[in-house]
């Protein structure tokens, strides 16, 4: 993506999980738990080939931090942030912070409260 997609993204880390959960219903994506559904969005969810950074990166991510500071809280280089970000995009198939939020959320790792 151009740089529309990075201003798109910054702006995301904004916004907290029920307003991500708003917009996705906004949009007819189903945003129940998963133990009230069939998973049909993550099938192959909880993905336990996901490492204990990765998670922490995941949940960060998921409650609205920066790279920045996550780096800062888990005492990584913003670069390994990044890299570890990418990583679970790949491995979720997932390319947003949108939907590793609502990964997040469906998985138990947040909670919108």
């Not at 201003?7 to 917009?23: D, G, M, N």
């Not at 800062?72 to 970000?85: A, M, P, Q």
């Not at 979720?92 to 790792?109: F, M, R």
């Amino acid at each position: 993506t151009g740089s529309g997609g990075i201003h798109r993204i910054q702006i995301l880390k904004y916004v907290s999980p029920e307003t991500v959960l708003a917009i996705l219903n906004l949009r007819g994506l189903q945003t129940n738990p998963p133990s009230q559904t069939q998973n049909t969005i993550y099938p192959d969810f909880p993905r336990s080939d996901l490492s204990e950074r990765e998670r922490e990166v995941l949940v960060e991510i998921a409650e609205g931090s920066l790279n920045k500071e996550i780096a800062f809280r888990l005492n990584l280089s913003i670069r390994t942030v990044e890299s570890h970000l990418k990583n679970l995009m790949n491995k979720l198939n997932i390319h947003s912070v949108a939907g590793l939020t609502k990964y997040a959320i469906k998985v138990g790792l947040v909670s919108l409260d």
